[in-house]
């Protein structure tokens, strides 16, 4: 029998799990309809709706799979498959909470004019198109400055999480158990990972709390995220941060046993994620692992084809349809990169791919 002190600190864990999870879905889903009201219906006044390709949206299964997410999150973390989040340990400060309110109704307010006026390309520059990829010089989401800067970086996970309606680190997690089984066996002393495309740092912090002796890569095309991840990921010294595109790393030949990839497929062109692929196979050591995190594609839960559908409608995603068709297995497989496994977590899928 479970000893009597064991069970108290468990329920007592799951009570804060859950109390926090509830808060932030509140905190989170108000935000959602509060940007929701201020962008508007999908078409303009005066515009004919589009036609739909899929039928109408299951919203009975939608909430049903968006409360499977958290209970498969606490699940994870009662096995001990990953830790309590530190949000979760140390929640933000009032001050904190309120600069992110105000700052994501304001730029919400100019997001919505943006997708008014189509306006997706205002940091499309003649310096920038000579350091920078053309796909990359556009404001996905209709966000302020795109990529390009730290106040963006600085806004970008409260955008992330406000979209998901809180559900967006308890989706990412769930790569969490992938990387567990490709580091078994190894010696994390001497393991490296790569996180590519990795943003403002939020998943590689999760991977550290977990494996804080893992040798960890950050590479991001911009520096202002990259600037944020460094800020984020601080408390660790063993992180190398590394400025560069996706399709031309830099780095070595076989130089990682885990590559994850993180909401970054679907923001790439067709024939760049083709790039990306064969990157990632020169990266990774002979029996290494991808673990890809990204949306869910068409099919995967035929009660929301029409939530992807209408995606790319809302904000300006112009690589999110074709992404959401693409043959996953096939692209990496081309690649030499043969899919193992993958886990549907709500609105995002996690793929597992060796080489």
């Known amino acids: 029998m479970e000893p009597l002190n064991s069970v108290i600190a468990t329920g007592a864990k799951r009570f804060a799990y859950g109390a926090t999870q509830a808060a932030r879905v509140l905190w989170y889903t108000g935000h959602y309809m509060a940007g929701r009201r201020m962008v508007g219906p999908l078409t303009e006044p005066g515009e004919a709706p589009y036609a739909d390709e899929f039928g109408p949206l299951d919203r009975v299964r939608l909430k049903t799979a968006f409360r499977e997410i958290f209970k498969t999150d606490w699940k994870n973390i009662e096995a001990g498959r990953y830790k309590l989040p530190a949000e979760m340990r140390q929640p933000p400060s009032p001050l904190k909470l309120w600069r992110q ?76 158990p992938a990387i567990r089984k490709a580091l078994a066996g190894e010696d994390i002393a001497t393991a490296r990972l790569l996180d590519l495309g990795c943003g403002a740092g939020r998943f590689l912090a999760e991977v550290k709390e977990n494996w804080p002796a893992l040798d960890a890569t950050a590479l991001d095309l911009s520096p202002a995220y990259l600037g944020k991840a460094r800020t984020n990921l601080g408390r660790w010294k063993d992180i190398t941060y590394v400025e560069a ?52 594609q068409y099919g995967d839960e035929p009660g929301f084809d029409i939530l992807l559908e209408n995606f790319p409608r809302g904000f300006h995603e112009p690589y999110y349809d074709s992404y959401c068709r693409a043959e996953l297995k096939d692209l990496f497989a081309d690649a030499g990169v043969i899919h193992a496994d993958e886990t549907i977590a709500f609105l995002s899928k996690i793929s597992v791919f060796r080489k």
């Not at 943006?114 to 920038?128: D, I, N």
């Not at 994620?273 to 991808?290: C, D, F, N, Q």
């Open 245 to 296: 595109n996706a399709e031309a790393t830099g780095l070595p030949d076989a130089s990682f046993d885990v590559i994850t990839a993180i909401y970054l497929f679907h923001e790439l062109p067709p024939a760049v994620r083709k790039i990306v692929a064969k990157e990632i196979s020169r990266l990774l050591k002979p029996g290494g692992t991808l673990v890809q995190v990204d949306t869910i």
């Open 101 to 176: 309110s105000r700052d994501y109704l304001r730029d919400a307010r100019k997001v919505a004019r943006r997708k008014h006026q189509r306006g997706h390309s205002e940091v499309l520059t003649p310096a920038r198109q000579e350091k920078y990829p053309r796909y990359f010089l556009q404001n996905f989401h209709y966000q302020t400055d795109g990529w390009m800067t730290a106040g963006s970086a600085d806004r970008y996970d409260m955008q992330v999480e406000t979209l998901f309606t809180g559900s967006a680190g308890a989706m990412r997690r769930q790569a969490l």
